[in-house]
């Protein structure tokens, strides 16, 4: 069905109701930027007043390096462009084991790899990793065509408004640009945008005057399943300008009406229960730590200036003498009764005890950073070795592991399963799959991450295989029927998987059969080679104790050995 302006009208005003809804989460959104992410957290609907280019307010930039150490943590962790941080396996275990399959999906891959290092992809996910940390919601689209490839648009917190499914899933996303006319027109055609905007293109004082553009993609109930074209896809994505929510009034105008076959953004929040649209942050945590802090600053700081530039008392007869002392403040005082009179000396005697506020200072400063994950990062990333031991896991910071798990398993199901799929089923729109073996007709892809971050998760379960193996090992001393107990594939197989080993480097089932048996048949052989060896070596010893016996006599007579052993068998 044609977007009509009553459709738009409708659309205007679900953006409205949405962010009414949301406005409780702006006020606080504005100040953890403050604290966290100064030049985040704008609403691209009421103008151009963009975020301060300098943050004047704080005094301790804490919050602002733990921040953003928390993303690039994240980005390291668990997006890393340096190292694989996702595999793809087939979804049925048999097929996989086929040379054809493995080769298939080691070369897709490689081409989704090499997609994501191509594309303003880690770009765009260390923006998302800062303000899912600070604002405990994010918003990434992924759009992919032959003209212009594939490109990634974060967005920031309040320039969009999202809404959920029966399942707590974000499935509709409103957001507000600002472009100028020559944008509009590069973008959306001259045929498609107002009379407006084309004529200021003509007025070079107002072609760089920027408009409210809005774009809504949302699930489409009214279309026709069959019909191929962009208007009756799943997901529709509607642009539209003017109308009611940018102060223009009037008929909105359509600028260009669309439709994706899946969801082509991502909505990933830190923490949010199935009725929550936006999600809770780490930030929400440390943000009291974060107002004491500045506090805490600020008192320090007027002490130490205190005690170095204190006030000053200034005899009231030294007025008229000029006397400069303007870097603290002057208080001119008659002579105290009793005293002589002195010309000038501090008011206030401040000796603050500095050490004290600095340890103060830094007890604060280390919650924040410990809040942010600071320590885990720092641990993970800072290692210099690639891999990371399950004895440091366990004994260093398993408790951080497991507190950050359930924010992980949230990523995976919000964030990363849902990009990996979308950029799947994009290259085989665009035929950029390389053709599937036969053996793989009516099969799934699954992906599984290989990330540090989720390696280091999977690590800490090593440490059980490794104590059960070593307890195995040490029983089977007294008593060899424990080795039973194991299966020593699954032992291998589950092992490799916790520690991120790629699947095409591990033998399948039938290939380490086919080595048992050559091994077997290897074993029968040299046993049968053995015993004849043996069979021909007793021949000969015995042909060699015959001869002796011949020639050694027994008796004058000239008789051997030989014949009198005979002789006595009855032989003779």
Known sequence: MAMTPEHLRDLDRRYEEL??????WDSAWKELALHFLPTR?????????????????????TGILAMRTLAAGMQGGMTSPARPWFALKMSDDAAEQTPGARMWLDEVLRRMRDIFHRSNFYNAIHTVYGELGTFGTAFMFEFADMKHGFRFVPLTAGEYVLDVDERGRVDTVIRAMRMTARQMVREFGAENVPETVRKALDRPSRSTERRTVMHAVYPRNDRHPRALDGRNKPWASVYWCGGGHSGGGGVP?????????????????????????????????????????QQMARTTLKAIHKAVDPPMSVAAGLRSVGLDLTAGGLNFVDGMPGQ?????????????DIQAARVAIQDVQNQIRTGLYNDLFRMLLGSDRRQVTATEVDAREQEKMVLIGPVLERLHDELFIPLIDRTFNLM??????????PELSGSGVRVEFVSLLAQAQKIVSTGAVSQFVDFVGRTAQAWPEALDAVDIDKVASRYGEYLGVESSIIRSVEEREQLRRERAQARARAAQQEQAAQTVRDMRGAADTARTLSQTPVDPNGVSALEAVIGGMGGL
């Open 19 to 24: 962010r009414s809804r949301r406005s409780a």
């Open 428 to 437: 085989s729109d665009l035929n950029m799959l390389p053709p599937a073996p």
């Open 253 to 293: 105008h359509l600028l260009r009406e669309g439709g994706f076959d899946g969801f082509p953004g991502f909505g990933p929040r830190w923490d949010a229960t199935a009725e929550d649209v936006y999600g809770r942050s780490p930030a929400m945590d440390v943000l009291p730590d974060c107002r004491m802090l």
């Open 340 to 352: 002589a009179p002195q010309a000038a000396t501090p008011l206030l005697q401040v000796r603050p």
């Open 41 to 61: 957290c704008r609403d691209a609907s009421k103008g151009d007043a963009a975020a301060p280019l300098l943050n004047n307010t704080p005094v301790d930039s």
